[in-house]
């Protein structure tokens, strides 16, 4: 069965840190354009950040570019999400998705569960 399933998110103050976990099953990560999106409560789902395959390409939110970082390692199969300064407006459900596109970022039909990250001010 091919699922994405995310973790590391939690409960932190703001200006804390936190990193997401993406670990798909049922592929091979190395070949698959990523991207994190978030959806907080009463809003719709937005893009935070994407990555090439080969790492050599990323892409960022204007709301998250210098705070927030994404990353693979393709030899344990993982996509992360670095979050550091963080507010409490980055307060959302945190999916990985495996992206149809990426230039422009258009996403896939293959959603994780998500994680949830709450920041309190």
């Known amino acids: 069965q091919v699922q994405l399933v995310e973790s590391g998110g939690g409960v932190v103050q703001a200006g804390g840190s936190l990193k997401l976990s993406c670990r798909p099953s049922g592929f091979i990560l190395s070949f698959s354009k990523m991207g994190w999106f978030r959806q907080a409560p009463g809003k719709g789902r937005e893009f935070v950040a994407a990555i090439a395959w080969s790492s050599s390409y990323t892409q960022y939110a204007d709301s998250v570019l210098g705070r927030f970082t994404i990353s693979r390692d393709n030899a344990k199969n993982t996509v992360y999400l670095q979050m550091n300064s963080l507010k409490p407006e980055d307060t959302a459900v945190y999916s990985c998705?495996?992206?149809?596109?990426?230039?422009?970022?258009?996403?896939?039909?293959?959603w994780g569960q998500g994680t949830q990250v709450t920041v309190s001010s």
């Open positions: 998705n495996r992206l149809r596109t990426i230039n422009p970022v258009e996403a896939g039909d293959l």
